[in-house]
């Protein structure tokens, strides 16, 4: 069942629920969806990878614009991002702890046998493919640079 299925099901759960918060995430999700299948070159279709940086895309809009009504003491608006984020997660895959997520880069440095900060390109260029979706990649960026000043 691919994403757009899903969230389709969802919205019927949460109509017959009149779940008010869980309707507004997934219809945004399904916007996105929408708008993503009438790009230029999609074809009508969205393959799991053009899915993942969507879904994650969304969640960092919601982070961002929850962050800012927190600072603004707007619960209210902060709350609807809130409730938008939690569906979406709902979505994405299970994210790393941060020492699972060590470690993972932990290995990918060694695996392509990057000794200084000067390497880090090579490192985040394979540790963004390989843990796409599992990682923020602000919090990979800070790992790889630590590990790397640190060797």
Not at 65 to 74: C, E, L, M, V, Y
Not at 119 to 140: E, T
Request: without cysteine; neutral net charge; aromatic residues 2%.
């Amino acid at each position: 069942m691919n994403l757009e299925q899903k969230i389709m099901t969802e919205m019927k759960e949460a109509m017959k629920a009149k779940d008010e918060a869980a309707l507004r995430g997934l219809r945004a999700i399904k916007a996105e969806i929408i708008k993503a299948k009438t790009e230029p070159g999609a074809g009508g279709e969205v393959d799991e990878a053009t899915e993942l940086k969507m879904l994650q895309k969304m969640m960092k809009q919601r982070k961002d614009a929850f962050d800012i009504f927190k600072q603004q003491s707007r619960e209210d608006l902060a709350s609807k991002e809130e409730e938008e984020m939690n569906i979406i997660k709902k979505f994405l895959p299970t994210q790393m702890s941060p020492e699972e997520l060590h470690r993972a880069i932990e290995t990918i440095i060694s695996s392509v046998n990057a000794t200084s900060p000067a390497d880090m390109g090579k490192v985040m260029g394979v540790a963004s493919k390989q843990l796409a979706g599992k990682a923020d990649g602000k919090a990979i960026s800070e790992i790889v640079k630590q590990l790397l000043n640190n060797s």
